[in-house]
C-alpha cells in the first residue's frame, strides 16, 4: 500500500525547502494528529441522531462507568475528559438542562457539586455508547487484527511515555 497522503506531502516539501530540518517524527505524530480530528469528526457524526456531541459522551461515559451510584466531582470528570474547568462547567450546565445530570452537593464538601447521571441519561449514554463503539470499530476495519495489536500496542507505548 503505496498511496500518498498530506503528511507525505508536508515532509517532502519540507525536505525540498529545508534539506536540513528532521521531519521523521512527522510521519507519526502528523497522522496521529490527523486522525484524532478525523475520528472525533467521524464521532460527532456517528451521535448526531443521540442528541449528544462527542465531548457530552465523553462526560457521561465517564460518570457511567464509575458504576453506582453513577456520580463523579468535577474534578474527577476534568482528570477524565482532559477538558479545562470553565469548558466543564459549561458543559455539566448543558447537560443539567438537557436532564441527562443533576448537580449534588458532596457529603463531605458542600462547596462541591457532584454531577449524577440521571435515568434519562443513563438511558441516552448506554444507547450512545454502543452507537459510538460500532463507529470505531468501524474506523479501523482496514487494519487486520495482527495490525490492530501491534498499533495498540505502539500507540500505547508512545502513550504511557509521554
Not at 18 to 36: E, F, H, Q, Y
Not at 89 to 106: G, H, N, W
Request: glycine share 4%.
Amino acid at each position: 500500500m503505496n498511496q500518498i497522503d498530506n503528511i507525505d506531502l508536508l515532509i517532502e516539501e519540507w525536505g525540498i525547502e529545508n534539506p536540513d530540518l528532521d521531519t521523521s517524527a512527522m510521519a507519526v505524530v502528523g497522522r496521529i494528529l490527523k486522525l484524532g480530528k478525523v475520528f472525533e469528526r467521524r464521532a460527532e457524526i456517528a451521535l448526531k441522531d443521540s442528541g449528544i456531541h462527542y465531548t457530552d459522551l465523553d462526560v457521561l461515559a465517564t460518570i457511567r462507568r464509575s458504576g453506582q451510584p453513577y456520580e463523579l466531582t468535577p474534578k474527577a470528570l476534568m482528570q477524565s475528559v482532559l477538558i479545562t474547568s470553565g469548558a466543564m462547567t459549561a458543559l455539566l450546565d448543558r447537560l443539567t438542562k438537557l436532564e441527562l445530570i443533576y448537580r449534588s452537593p458532596d457529603e463531605r464538601d458542600g462547596r462541591i457539586k457532584k454531577a449524577v447521571l440521571t435515568e434519562k441519561g443513563k438511558k441516552v449514554i448506554d444507547a450512545a455508547i454502543i452507537v459510538r463503539f460500532n463507529e470505531a470499530k468501524e474506523s479501523i476495519n482496514c487494519l487486520s487484527q495482527t495490525e490492530y495489536r501491534l498499533l495498540s500496542k505502539l500507540l500505547k507505548k508512545l502513550s504511557v511515555s509521554i
